[in-house]
């Protein structure tokens, strides 16, 4: 078990001194203070490394229950034990609703001391143990979160990330009267690219193409996904017909600088792709739906039209 550091506070400096060197001796770290005011400095500047205050009941100044009350209020996780006279065994109960995980009776025994700080002990053990299990939890299933809403193979958004982010958008666009773009992107001639050069070629293909889109959006707001296969659709909130044109231009241009070679298309010695681009500003009677298929009707276009082009 790991060591602990105790705060002990009490107003005598016999009983600091007799205390101290018991919970010394069973290989606990001891700081002292005389006041439940300096206990509350310490508290402050400790760091967080106190895990155990034992503090008496009745001392000039603030008292034990006012040390507990604040000690809890600053480090709801610290543990706090009081220690009382006979004549104070009404206050335990509020001592214990205000938080305390237990008390001694002085005068009080080393080895009962010794037991009860153990057990303090073994609840800060426990307590950081479950502490750490919950925020690897929380970290894993962060951690899942964003698997499932990235695609494996290129890691842009997946499918269904689109599908909600294409909803909120439409939500927000509809609400201020702003358009929304899409462009529909499909890689020309993927199926005889990877009958060429085989299907790790392919998977290398389609994540260069993938990232030089994600490196084409200038904003937070717009997003690149990929729909399926060979094909990816990037969402621009806020954005006119020129915007968007002029964007899928550029990415069509960036794409085709990559210079991937590509043997078998009949559109270029290099891979490229084609573009269709689609924008609409969503009212409450339009769904989201009729964008993709405007969006997908000018991809249509583009490649009817032979392909490597932005329609």
Request: glycine residues 6%; contains cysteine.
């Amino acid at each position: 078990m790991k060591q602990r550091h105790i705060l002990l506070v009490d107003d005598e400096e016999s009983i600091r001194l007799t205390l101290s060197h018991q919970i010394k001796k069973a290989g606990y770290t001891v700081t002292l203070a005389e006041s439940g005011e300096k206990a509350m400095e310490i508290l402050h500047s400790s760091n967080g490394n106190i895990d155990i205050v034992l503090t008496d009941l009745v001392m000039d100044g603030m008292d034990g229950i006012q040390v507990l009350k604040n000690a809890k209020q600053l480090r709801p996780e610290v543990q706090v034990m009081l220690l009382i006279g006979y004549g104070s065994m009404e206050t335990v109960m509020d001592a214990l609703r205000f938080g305390a995980h237990d008390f001694l009776v002085k005068p009080c025994s080393q080895e009962e001391l010794l037991l009860k700080l153990k057990k303090c002990a073994e609840r800060v053990e426990l307590e950081e143990t479950l502490q750490k299990t919950m925020d690897d939890l929380a970290a894993s299933n962060q951690k899942l979160e964003r698997l499932s809403s990235i695609d494996g193979l290129t890691e842009i958004a997946n499918r269904r990330c689109f599908d909600e982010y294409l909803e909120r958008e439409w939500s927000l666009a509809t609400r201020n009267k702003l358009p929304i773009a899409l462009i529909f992107i499909d890689v020309d001639y993927f199926k005889l690219f990877n009958d060429t050069y085989g299907h790790q070629a392919g998977d290398d293909c389609l994540r260069q193409v993938a990232q030089t889109i994600s490196e084409s959006l200038n904003r937070r707001a717009d997003m690149v996904a990929r729909y399926g296969g060979e094909e990816f659709i990037v969402i621009l909130p806020g954005t006119e017909k020129a915007g968007s044109v002029g964007l899928a231009e550029n990415i069509r241009q960036r794409v085709e600088n990559l210079e991937i070679p590509h043997g078998s298309s009949s559109v270029h010695k290099h891979v490229t792709i084609s573009l269709g681009v689609g924008v609409i500003v969503p009212d409450k009677n339009s769904f989201p739906l009729e964008l993709i298929n405007i969006a997908d009707k000018a991809l249509y276009n583009a490649k009817h039209k032979g392909r490597n082009r932005v329609e």
